[in-house]
């Protein structure tokens, strides 16, 4: 059995995986309220049969957060906590950009989908709205967008007539009171990014991609994207399993 894990700026998430890579059990909670009791409650949701974990690895791109999470794992479960770019990476994907400015939540998603035949296009709405460009073999780089729920939020904090809005489809381009204005603008002002960003990528590469959307607006925007796209929400934890083959 291993542990796999994604810590984000916003969540935290664990997985239970066999060794068949069939995800037993999955738990999330907010990263910003992550401390040992927290930690404790959660692992414990997860397993209470530590001595069945072989493995732990983690992609983060909260390093305080996992260092808390490595030292918790190492006292509670006596195993090392793996974060993935400790491991060889360059093993399973070509990687053609600064190392160590990448983040691993992208190198993990960009091996979860990896092929090695097909060219990929990978839109995670996050706390940032990235795109990363996969050719072949090879992790190209991205785009790092604003994210939509920040865009929101500083939105109404800096502007007081604004109210916190939940974002939602809407039909029409022009709102008729604030509201419905700022959802518009939000809704399509993103989806109109969205393409632009595919296809400039496209005309810059001169390649065509399939366009895999994951994060918590992909159901939002599945049907509002003018490329053909196809929504994989697990991708992260595809490339947790593929990368966990690298610890011996």
Known sequence: MYILGDIGNSETKLFLVNSKNRIIKDISFFSKKMNVRVLNRNFNALTKDYSKI?????????????????????????????????????????????????????????????????????????????????????????????????????????ATLIPKINLKKIKNIIGVDTISAVRAGFFWGYAGLIDNIFNLIKKETRKSFKLVITGGFSDLFKNSIKSKVVQDKDITVKGLIKISKLIK
């Open 54 to 158: 072989e493995k732990v690895l983690f992609c983060s791109v909260v390093p305080k957060s996992f260092n808390l999470i490595k030292k918790f794992v190492y006292k509670k479960i006596k195993k090392k906590c793996y974060e993935v770019k400790d491991l060889k990476l360059r093993s399973l994907i070509d990687i053609n950009v600064n190392y160590k400015q990448v983040g691993s939540d992208r190198l993990t998603n960009a091996i979860g989908l990896l092929n090695h035949k097909d060219n990929f296009i990978i839109l995670d709405f996050g706390t940032a709205t990235t795109f990363d460009v996969i050719i072949k073999k090879s992790y190209k780089g991205g785009v790092i967008a604003p994210g939509i729920k920040i865009s929101l939020n500083t939105l109404s904090d800096k």
